[in-house]
């Protein structure tokens, strides 16, 4: 595998249930990021990670709870979620917050029913 | 903060036609300035970027964009586009205080036959 991927591509789930989004990257890069992308409105940066510290929380609802455990790794945790949570979620990394290139994975499809 | 606007939300094109998406931002700090292009079913990949030095930059598949001052703008041109252009393409600048990118909200580039 190479560059940014995503598990899985497409989630369906209910308001009542637990899940978990997984990223993983294989570039050696340090910061991990979480984005948010709805139809038609800009990417929301949602989390960010830099050398496994969580440096950035943008605002984001309690029921999106991320998890850094190595710089490859980047899940987001979701429980009880609403349907406006449906979107594209993308997952990026840089080599560090101090980079300007981010190299993003293909994204989860989530649908909230 | 700084922050940039796209006006056209789509740019429908015939193939070999020219095209020129629109990028405005607003800083009054030194501009670092970024496109992105999002193929379908694919994460966004940097397509080129504006750091220093000459005001025209270019991609390796005929794009351009050229960074103007006075206009505070960063258009994106092709002289002649290909049906596989078709993508959403996004201008970016980093936020306030990092090199962590804000996306504008996309324009959708449609190349047809």
Redesign the interface.
């Known amino acids: 595998e190479t560059g940014?991927t995503q598990t899985p591509r497409h989630l369906v789930m209910g308001m009542t249930n637990k899940k978990s989004l997984k990223c993983e990257q294989h570039l050696g890069h340090n910061a991990m990021?979480w984005y948010k992308q709805s139809a038609?409105?800009?990417?929301e940066?949602m989390f960010?990670y830099n050398f496994k510290e969580q440096t950035?929380n943008n605002s984001v609802p309690s029921r999106f709870s991320p998890e850094c455990p190595n710089s490859s790794h980047l899940f987001l945790h979701l429980h009880t979620l609403q349907p406006e949570d449906s979107a594209l979620y993308?997952?990026?990394s840089?080599q560090d917050?101090?980079?300007?290139?981010?190299?993003?994975?293909?994204?989860t499809r989530l649908t909230v029913t | 903060a700084q922050s940039v606007t796209q006006l056209d939300?789509q740019v429908p094109v015939f193939e070999e036609a020219p095209v020129e998406l629109r990028c405005n931002y607003s800083s009054s700090v030194s501009v670092?300035l970024?496109w992105y292009v999002q193929y379908p079913?694919?994460?966004?990949?940097?397509l080129l970027?504006y750091?220093s030095g000459s005001t025209l930059v270019k991609s390796i598949n005929g794009f351009e964009a050229e960074f103007n001052k006075s206009q505070t703008s960063f258009h994106l041109r092709k002289p002649s586009v290909h049906i596989s252009d078709t993508a959403e393409y996004?201008c970016a600048v980093?936020?306030g205080g990092?090199?962590?990118?804000?996306?504008?909200?996309?324009t959708s580039l449609i190349v047809h036959p």
């Not at chain 2, 079913?41 to 940097?46: A, D, I, K, R, S």
């Open positions: 940014v990021y038609k409105k800009p990417l940066l960010v950035e993308l997952c990026a840089s917050t101090d980079s300007y290139e981010q190299y993003f994975g293909p994204g | 939300s670092y970024f079913n694919q994460g966004l990949q940097l970027k750091l996004f980093p936020s990092s090199y962590i990118p804000t996306f504008g909200r996309g």
